[in-house]
């Protein structure tokens, strides 16, 4: 256990530096080329979580008690607009699928077409890939791909036919180096009418404490180094990200809080202070 000395000492160092975080660009960007957003940190971290990535009491075990959450969001944000999707399924992205806990979910469901799914981690797409063997719906390559890239990397379809009805983000946001130029390299790949939906945390003294010091350090619910707080982006930030886009509409959030014994639950308004989902629709 930590001291009460060394408790203050934490949030001294955390909070001082408060002045000199880079907080999410919410200025328009033109969708230019951009240098890698990959943190070599973040791919080292996760690639000592490989083995363990479909151990539902493993390291990534609230990855895995917050799917069901993932599909819900994406279903209470396209229900009113379903009848536009192509009449032979859902085109998904996954950008930064991890071990594929949302791709393969996402890729069994009757009204997906095809699910790309993509990682710059070669170690955690072998274990995604190995996994997926196991199962007959998922063998057929025209159902789930997964690809050894980073979205700097992916091509961009040049017609609206080959582009995205869903792009999804699940707890990649706060990992990149650059917020804006990263979402700037997304935003492309949604086809018109299409969403992209994410997941992550608000920068707030709240989710400090909650996913960084009892969490990380004290009842050691996810590895130490998993989070970094000035990453964190908050909803009014990503909100005015969208807006000062050309033709984003729709946005949708849905705050969620890890409530031991019972998983992650949806409380209106949590949005404000710790996890939450995001959602945007690409009018044209």
């Known amino acids: ?3 009460s000395k060394s408790t203050c000492g934490i949030w001294h160092r955390t909070f001082s530096r408060a002045k000199d975080i880079r907080h999410f660009v919410t200025t328009k960007s ?4 951009a240098q890698t957003s990959i943190d070599p940190a973040e791919v080292h971290h996760f690639n000592a979580l490989a083995s363990t990535w479909w151990d539902p009491q493993g ?18 944000c396209r229900g009113p607009y379903m009848h536009h999707t192509r009449g032979q399924g859902s085109r998904y992205l996954d950008i930064g699928c991890g071990g594929g806990i949302f791709a393969e979910s996402a890729a069994r469901l009757s009204t997906t077409a095809h699910v790309t799914a993509i990682d710059p981690s070669s170690e955690v797409l072998d274990i995604a890939k190995y996994h997926a063997r196991r ?24 017609r609206d036919e080959g582009k995205y009805d869903v792009v999804t983000l699940f707890e990649v946001i706060e990992h990149v180096n650059d917020a804006s130029k990263f979402l700037s390299q997304v935003v492309p790949h949604v086809r018109p009418g299409g969403w992209l939906i994410l997941s992550t945390i608000a920068r707030t003294w709240t989710s400090w404490l909650t996913t960084k ?8 619910l996810v590895p130490k180094g998993t989070h970094e ?44 202070f710790g996890n939450y989902f995001f959602g945007a629709r690409k009018d044209f």
């Open 213 to 220: 010091f009892v969490a990380e350090d004290v009842i050691r």
């Open 1 to 3: 256990m930590l001291s």
């Open 135 to 158: 199962d007959p719906v998922l063998v057929d390559p025209d159902r789930l791909t997964y690809r050894e890239t980073s979205i700097e990397n992916l091509e961009v379809p040049e």
């Open 59 to 76: 390291p990534s075990r609230l990855l895995h008690l917050m799917n069901p959450l993932r599909h819900d969001f994406i279903e209470s």
């Open 229 to 272: 707080w000035s990453k964190y982006i908050n909803e009014p930030e990503l909100r005015a990200w969208f807006t000062r886009q050309r033709g984003w509409s729709g946005f949708r959030s849905m705050g969620v809080v890890y409530v031991p014994g019972l998983g992650w639950k949806e409380v209106p308004y949590s949005e404000q």
């Open 30 to 33: 033109n969708y230019e080329s």
